[in-house]
């Protein structure tokens, strides 16, 4: 398939992109060629093919955009974008700005036609040419239309005996050498992420009636996961204990992509309506469970701190505070996960963790208002970026681009928490200290992290 063959996908992906994606109703080449031609920017015959398809395809469409397609939050078209160009990292290559991404982030293509994506400050390759992840992005969206089951595996490695025991087949309009993805009926298998094809993980997305199948193929090839949760927000309860070992016949073993966690995914002997439930443990302690398709879920991760007076208790019930084991650990894994970063582990930061590790006051998706522990910051790729982003436009850190191994005035630092817009850092001595990200300030605070939590909460509260 070339890049302009957009009439080689399946007739099912085809019709399901007129039907949800926006569509411009004015291309023209030569707006396109002298937008490009103004601004120095090299218009190629590959970029050009590539727009001329998405201007057919749009012909069949309903809904209207000033992007020559808009899906989701991907909007393909190179003149509503600003006609630029980017150099790559690296070898100095340039790509030309084809798109842009809803949340922030730009798509880009290279004199070859293979297209590159950029959120917060790295270019990846994303697909050899814009059909191909085009045809993903409408494959992932028939798949979240459906509500369909979706795990992710962890052994990449083995996606092709996965494939073979499930009897699903290549699609080749969404595959090439960065990733693969396979289909039958309304089952799909694909390697990677969407917009990380080279990432060591696998998903598969089913109906109700594949989904034993799924979990039969996950446990007879010894593959662990986890399922995506829905919208449907959880209901929060303290810790329990869990007894040993899953009561169901047909499982495979739980463990997340980030952070800490035991436990099985399930197809549920007996139940009707049939289900698949999800159970996390830690330490002997239920932390979580969610059940598919009806999407009810629990997170056993009501606040709780030893040593914090009642009436501070009451204030982290109130502003919504959680305290997950999954995003904690034991001292053993704390030091392997400091040493690994380079950074130095003290008795101060250890107590700290085992003390408030964990807890946290969700903000957003990847961000909190106040955490603590070193381990929610370096373990979850997520928020590690926010903080590495920062630390590296800091002027007022040493080797801000070399974070998490900072330095304040020479001395080396640990990141053991996170403020609104900033990062709490401890130093060799216990002391910590708080970066302010707009500010570019660092601020001593005279206070330990018990007396920290107990300001920023009366703080929070007036707020």
Same mark, same amino acid.
């Given at each position: 398939?070339?890049?302009?063959?957009?009439?080689?996908?399946?007739?099912?992906?085809?019709?399901?992109?007129?039907?949800?994606?926006?569509?411009?109703?004015?291309?023209?080449?030569?707006?396109?060629?002298?937008?490009?031609?103004?601004?120095?920017?090299?218009?190629?015959?590959?970029?050009?093919?590539?727009?001329?398809?998405?201007?057919?395809?749009?012909?069949?469409?309903?809904?209207?955009?000033?992007?020559?397609?808009?899906?989701?939050?991907?909007?393909?078209?190179?003149?509503?974008?600003?006609?630029?160009?980017?150099?790559?990292?690296?070898?100095?290559?340039?790509?030309?700005?084809?798109?842009?991404?809803?949340?922030?982030?730009?798509?880009?293509?290279?004199?070859?036609?293979?297209?590159?994506?950029?959120?917060?400050?790295?270019?990846?390759?994303?697909?050899?040419?814009?059909?191909?992840?085009?045809?993903?992005?409408?494959?992932?969206?028939?798949?979240?239309?459906?509500?369909?089951?979706?795990?992710?595996?962890?052994?990449?490695?083995?996606?092709?005996?996965?494939?073979?025991? *499930?009897?699903?087949?290549?699609?080749?309009?969404?595959?090439?050498?960065?990733?693969?993805?396979?289909?039958?009926?309304?089952?799909?298998?694909?390697?990677?992420?969407?917009?990380?094809?080279?990432?060591?993980?696998?998903?598969?997305?089913?109906?109700?009636?594949?989904?034993?199948?799924?979990?039969?193929?996950?446990?007879?090839?010894?593959?662990?996961?986890?399922?995506?949760?829905?919208? !449907?927000?959880?209901?929060?309860?303290?810790?329990?204990?869990?007894?040993?070992?899953?009561?169901?016949?047909?499982?495979?073993?739980?463990?997340?992509?980030?952070?800490?966690?035991?436990?099985?995914?399930?197809?549920?002997?007996?139940?009707?309506?049939?289900?698949?439930?999800?159970?996390?443990?830690?330490?002997?302690?239920?932390?979580?469970?969610?059940?598919?398709?009806?999407?009810?879920?629990?997170?056993?991760?009501?606040?709780?701190?030893?040593?914090?007076?009642?009436?501070?208790?009451?204030?982290?019930?109130? *502003?919504?505070?959680?305290?997950?084991?999954?995003?904690?650990?034991?001292?053993?894994?704390?030091?392997?996960?400091?040493?690994?970063?380079?950074?130095?582990?003290?008795?101060?930061?250890?107590?700290?963790?085992?003390?408030?590790?964990?807890?946290?006051?969700?903000?957003?998706?990847?961000?909190?208002?106040?955490?603590?522990?070193?381990?929610?910051?370096?373990?979850?790729?997520?928020?590690? !970026?926010?903080?590495?982003?920062?630390?590296?436009?800091?002027?007022?850190?040493?080797?801000?681009?070399?974070?998490?191994?900072?330095?304040?005035?020479?001395?080396?630092?640990?990141?053991?928490?996170?403020?609104?817009?900033?990062?709490?850092?401890?130093?060799?001595?216990?002391?910590?200290?708080?970066?302010?990200?707009?500010?570019?300030?660092?601020?001593?605070?005279?206070?330990?992290?018990?007396?920290?939590?107990?300001?920023?909460?009366?703080?929070?509260?007036?707020?």
């Amino acid at each position: 398939m070339t890049i302009g063959d957009l009439e080689e996908f399946p007739p099912s992906i085809l019709s399901w992109i007129q039907r949800h994606a926006k569509f411009s109703r004015s291309w023209d080449e030569l707006l396109l060629r002298r937008s490009l031609e103004e601004r120095g920017v090299p218009c190629s015959e590959l970029l050009v093919t590539w727009e001329r398809a998405l201007h057919a395809l749009g012909e069949g469409g309903s809904q209207s955009s000033p992007y020559l397609l808009e899906l989701a939050d991907t909007c393909f078209g190179t003149v509503a974008t600003g006609a630029a160009q980017a150099t790559l990292p690296g070898d100095g290559r340039t790509v030309v700005i084809v798109g842009r991404f809803v949340g922030g982030g730009a798509l880009g293509m290279d004199e070859r036609g293979r297209l590159f994506s950029i959120r917060g400050d790295m270019w990846i390759l994303l697909a050899e040419h814009p059909a191909i992840y085009l045809a993903r992005l409408a494959l992932a969206g028939m798949a979240e239309e459906d509500q369909r089951l979706h795990v992710v595996l962890l052994e990449r490695e083995k996606i092709e005996p996965l494939a073979e025991r *499930l009897g699903v087949v290549g699609i080749a309009a969404a595959s090439d050498e960065l990733q693969r993805f396979w289909q039958s009926g309304a089952l799909l298998l694909y390697e990677g992420d969407l917009d990380a094809p080279s990432a060591s993980a696998v998903h598969a997305l089913a109906r109700l009636s594949d989904a034993k199948r799924v979990i039969d193929a996950c446990c007879a090839l010894g593959l662990s996961g986890a399922l995506v949760h829905g919208p !449907q927000a959880p209901t929060i309860a303290p810790l329990v204990r869990e007894p040993d070992g899953c009561p169901h016949s047909s499982w495979f073993r739980y463990r997340p992509r980030f952070g800490r966690g035991d436990g099985w995914v399930a197809w549920v002997d007996g139940s009707d309506p049939a289900a698949v439930e999800e159970v996390c443990t830690i330490d002997g302690y239920r932390i979580s469970e969610m059940e598919w398709p009806s999407g009810r879920a629990v997170e056993h991760v009501a606040p709780w701190v030893e040593g914090l007076p009642g009436e501070d208790k009451a204030r982290l019930l109130r *502003l919504g505070f959680r305290r997950d084991l999954r995003r904690t650990c034991h001292v053993e894994e704390l030091d392997a996960l400091l040493a690994r970063h380079g950074l130095p582990s003290t008795p101060m930061v250890r107590t700290l963790e085992l003390r408030l590790g964990g807890l946290r006051c969700p903000l957003r998706e990847g961000a909190a208002s106040l955490s603590f522990g070193a381990f929610q910051l370096l373990a979850f790729e997520r928020e590690a !970026q926010d903080h590495a982003l920062w630390a590296k436009d800091s002027t007022t850190l040493d080797n801000g681009t070399e974070w998490p191994r900072v330095r304040f005035h020479g001395a080396p630092l640990v990141p053991v928490g996170s403020d609104v817009e900033a990062t709490i850092y401890m130093n060799s001595e216990g002391a910590l200290l708080r970066h302010d990200w707009i500010l570019d300030d660092v601020d001593m605070l005279d206070e330990t992290p018990m007396d920290y939590l107990h300001r920023r909460l009366l703080s929070l509260e007036s707020a």
